[in-house]
């Protein structure tokens, strides 16, 4: 060693207590083994050591949690979230513990902020920022972030929300509650205050593939329905059970829940909205714009209850109502995509094509990269006479990430309305790719072989959405335009019947019934379910044309130029629609110089 340098001696001791006044991050994980490597590597240069408790629900969670240089608890899983994560917190050897999730991560810039909280501890316990990404505004407290933000994942939105994430080792700080473990109350018991800090955890997941998120609910459910009945009375679980339910589809179950906390809580916001949504998704429309109307009482600057309220006029067939709403939202929190997607929307519903061009403009322009917004903008180009653009349009959404399946549905119908079965046959393939078995994708599937002229594959399809749900309508209207085409006109009426019983008011239903009982000779019937679904519906171009042809097969084109200068108002670019207008106008002229 050179002359004139200092040794220093190694003192194990010091070591030792540098390590035990540092931070151990405690983490549980089941399934997320897709994650977890991200989130210890978020935490690396910050904790002394990573402790894992792996609940052993399937997965490679542990394997990969050790690959990352985490240390793995295998513990048997009990149905206990607090359970889990006090296992963590009892093996922890550091003065500080530090809590995370396997979806979750913390940017390296807040390591600092972290640092100075042990360092010069103001309390006992830190709450840090958790903002939960996802992508449905609709979602309760969804805020808008710039596409670009660092650690968004990409997403366009996130959830806020504060909690006790940094905190002294202490015996007396343990977790409560086995589906809803928290640990305020442990602190409050004792005197522990807590402080804000200005850290941000980033949970990603609400951005998990959806048959994920479907899976997670069914295991969070399963859990809670073995709890006490005594728990059932706490408002907290009872409201995001009720958000469970939702998400799986059990409304009724979810419906009687959330009046449950209604009667604890009747002024909450989140609760009017989601006892909205629930009824706006079982079709009871009145019913949900009243739930919608409530909460905006109690809060006016919810911009989700906007677009809440005015999806449920669009369902209720009131456009005007839904433009009036997604304005108001616009107004009350600003320029935003979705807000605007939806008022070109309702414009369109409306019959003001230019309008819903220049707010769907404005949707892309705030969101370029919005799939929604480009399946929109592409029926309005559709109906303003341009399918060239239009296809276009739907082009670009290949070039996309993470397609919702709703916009590849609204892309499909479109493409089976302009006839353009090659697009159609691409499209439905992607989404078949990331959304394999589902029902609504099988069932326009079948349309488009039919259009194919695959009759038999489509009738394969149909029998296999019947054999899991028969009460279908939008099946059963399907295989009777199968039949009806094929010529075997009493099956046809079967199906059609059977749908029409199933959803008297729904208009295609009706057309399609008119449709075959004139076929059949039985005018009269036929004539009587047309004019009822015209009356209905004023703005769909099939009834009209439909009621047309049958006045026209009657001799009455005077009457029938009437319905078909109406469909071909609705649908211009409609060559079948335009083509009956011209007939029965020619017709007219015959007869008119005969007599």
């Not at 009131?318 to 433009?323: F, I, V």
Request: charged share 25%; glycine share 10%; proline share 3%.
């Amino acid at each position: 060693m050179p002359r004139g340098c200092k040794v220093e001696v190694i003192d194990f001791k010091k070591i030792k207590g540098m390590q035990r006044s540092g931070v151990c991050c405690c983490m549980i994980a089941g399934d997320g083994e897709s994650r977890i490597s991200r989130a210890i590597g978020s935490v690396k240069d910050l904790a002394g050591e990573v402790i894992v408790v792996d609940t052993g629900t399937g997965g490679g969670t542990g394997a990969e949690a050790r690959g990352a240089g985490a240390r793995v608890i295998d513990l048997a899983w009990r149905d206990d979230f607090s359970e889990a994560r006090n296992a963590a917190l009892a093996r922890a050897g550091t003065e500080w513990i530090l809590v995370l999730d396997a979806d979750e991560e913390i940017a390296r810039s807040d390591h600092r902020v972290i640092r100075d909280c042990i360092s010069h501890p103001g309390a006992p316990a830190y709450t840090f920022e958790q903002r939960t990404y996802c992508n449905e505004p609709t979602t309760f407290g969804w805020q808008p972030i710039p596409r670009d933000a660092r650690m968004s994942g990409g997403a366009r939105g996130f959830v806020a929300c504060r909690q006790v994430r940094l905190f002294r080792r202490d015996e007396r700080i343990r977790y409560r509650g086995r589906v809803f473990e928290e640990i305020e109350s442990a602190l409050q018991a004792h005197g522990l205050r807590t402080i804000d800090a200005a850290v941000t955890i980033h949970h990603y997941g609400r951005l998990e593939p959806r048959e994920r998120i479907y899976r997670n609910a069914l295991a969070y459910l399963a859990s809670a329905s073995r709890l006490p009945a005594v728990h059932r009375r706490n408002v907290h679980y009872a409201f995001e059970t009720t958000v469970q339910l939702f998400v799986l589809g059990n409304l009724n179950e979810a419906r009687g829940l959330i009046t449950h906390c209604l009667e604890i809580v009747p002024d909450c916001w989140q609760f009017l909205n989601l006892r909205g949504l629930i009824d706006l998704r079982s079709g009871m429309t009145v019913n949900a714009i009243a739930w919608f109307q409530c909460a905006l009482h109690v809060e006016r600057n919810a911009r989700e209850l906007y677009c809440n309220l005015g999806a449920a006029y669009l369902e209720n067939g009131e456009p005007a109502e839904a433009l009036r709403s997604f304005l108001l939202g616009i107004e009350r929190g600003g320029p935003d995509a979705g807000l605007l997607e939806r008022a070109a929307v309702a414009c369109r519903e409306a019959g003001d094509i230019e309008g819903a061009f220049e707010y769907i403009g404005e949707a892309l322009a705030a969101d370029p990269y919005r799939p929604g917004a480009r399946a929109v903008r592409a029926e309005i180009l559709f109906a303003r006479g341009d399918a060239t653009e239009a296809l276009r349009t739907l082009d670009t959404l290949r070039f996309l990430p993470d397609v919702p399946l709703r916009v590849y549905l609204r892309s499909l119908h479109l493409c089976i309305r302009m006839g353009a079965i090659d697009r159609a046959e691409r499209i439905v393939g992607r989404a078949m790719d990331q959304h394999p078995g589902n029902e609504a994708l099988l069932l326009l599937q079948g349309k488009i072989l039919e259009m194919g002229g695959n009759d038999g594959g489509a009738l394969a399809v149909y029998k296999r959405l019947l054999s899991v749900e028969p009460g279908n309508p939008l099946v059963l209207a399907s295989l009777g335009c199968l039949h009806q085409r094929s010529g075997d006109l009493a099956a046809a009426l079967a199906a059609f019947h059977r749908a029409h019983r199933l959803v008297p008011h729904d208009c295609r239903a009706e057309v399609n019934l008119a449709i075959v009982l004139e076929k059949l000779g039985r005018i009269d019937e036929a004539e009587r379910h047309l004019r009822d679904a015209v009356s209905r519906r004023h703005d769909d171009g099939n009834a009209c044309n439909a009621l047309g042809c049958l006045l026209a097969n009657r001799g009455l084109y005077g009457e029938s130029i009437r319905y078909f200068e109406r469909a071909v108002g609705l649908e211009p670019s409609n060559g079948r629609f335009r083509m009956n207008l011209h007939l029965a106008n020619r017709k007219l002229v015959e007869s008119t110089e005969v007599s």
